[in-house]
């Protein structure tokens, strides 16, 4: 794998890991962050992201 393309997807796994960080995720039901694969922090990420939309849709909806 070329260095430019390690570098990238290190810089990739580092901010999602961040991004977890910020909003109070530290680890997951059976690893840490840190010894997730980019791939599984992605998922991580989208799956709250999700849970945020619906959590702020039902609030929405509850004081409409």
């Not at 070329?2 to 059976?30: C, D, H, M, P, W």
């Not at 840190?34 to 989208?46: A, M, V």
């Amino acid at each position: 794998m070329s260095k430019i393309l390690r570098e990238a997807l290190q810089n990739r796994r580092e901010f999602i890991i961040n991004q977890l960080l910020s909003i109070g995720v530290y680890k997951t039901e059976n690893a840490q962050l840190y010894e997730l694969c980019l791939s599984d922090l992605e998922r991580e990420y989208r799956l709250f992201k999700e849970k945020r939309k619906i959590s702020e849709k039902e609030n929405i909806l509850t004081t409409s």
